[in-house]
C-alpha cells in the first residue's frame, strides 16, 4: 500500500519561512520523481515544484528564489523550504509521487500566510 503524508503546514506570517516534508512508503522512493502542487482557494492545482529521480529540479515561476525542493532517498522523503512566504502562497499542498509504475498523492497539508 503506497502512502504519502505530509507534515509541516501551518500558519506563519508574511515574509516567514516553512519547511513541508513528505514521507513515502510501499514505493522504491528513489525511482520516482517527486513533487510539490498546491491549490489555493477558488483556484486550480498547480505545481510548484518538481524533482526526478537523478535530482533535477524544476519551478513555479511564481516560487522561484524563494522555495527549495530536495529529496533524501535515505529517508524516503521529499521536502519543500519555503522562504519569503506571501499571502498569495496560502493553499493546500500535496507530495506527488510519478514513476512508471503509476502517480500517487498524499492527503496534503494546509500552508495559510497571513498577519
Known amino acids: 500500500q503506497v502512502q504519502l503524508v505530509e507534515s509541516g503546514g501551518g500558519l506563519v506570517q508574511p515574509g516567514g519561512s516553512l519547511r513541508l516534508s513528505c514521507a513515502a512508503s510501499?514505493?522504491?522512493?528513489?525511482?520516482?520523481?517527486m513533487a510539490w502542487y498546491r491549490r489555493a482557494p477558488g483556484k486550480q492545482r498547480e505545481l510548484v515544484a518538481s524533482?526526478?529521480?537523478?535530482?533535477?529540479?524544476n519551478y513555479a515561476d511564481s516560487v522561484k528564489g524563494r522555495f527549495t525542493i530536495s529529496r533524501d532517498n535515505a529517508k524516503n522523503t521529499v521536502y519543500l523550504q519555503m522562504n519569503t512566504l506571501k499571502p498569495d502562497d496560502t493553499a493546500v499542498y500535496y507530495c506527488?509521487?510519478?514513476?512508471?509504475?503509476?502517480?500517487?498523492w498524499g492527503q496534503g497539508t494546509q500552508v495559510t500566510v497571513s498577519s
Open positions: 510501499g514505493i522504491i522512493f528513489s525511482r520516482y520523481a
Open positions: 506527488n509521487a510519478g514513476g512508471v509504475m503509476g502517480t500517487y
Open positions: 524533482i526526478t529521480s537523478i535530482g533535477t529540479t
